[in-house]
């Protein structure tokens, strides 16, 4: 479920329009998480703490570039 919802999310914003990773409060999982009402925090695997899509979404969106458009194309990738 939460997958959809992210591929709806992420299609939802311009393709072109940046984010920026390293602000946590702003960050685009952060954003996605406010758009659906959860409640976010992320606390890496290696503390046996996040979920499996957490890490799966982090990972989507460290990557570069840092646009909303290239995330959807790697979520698409992940969650095919």
Not at 45 to 66: C, M, R, T, W
Request: proline fraction near 4%; glycine fraction near 4%; include cysteine.
């Amino acid at each position: 479920m939460l997958d959809t919802q992210l591929l709806a999310f992420l299609e939802s914003k311009p393709a072109e329009e940046t984010y920026e990773y390293q602000i946590s409060g702003d960050c685009a999982a952060a954003q996605f998480n406010r758009s659906v009402g959860r409640r976010y925090e992320f606390i890496p695997a290696v503390e046996g703490k996040a979920s499996d899509f957490d890490n799966k979404l982090e990972a989507i969106a460290y990557q570069k570039p840092h646009t909303f458009g290239a995330m959807l194309e790697r979520a698409k990738k992940e969650f095919a």
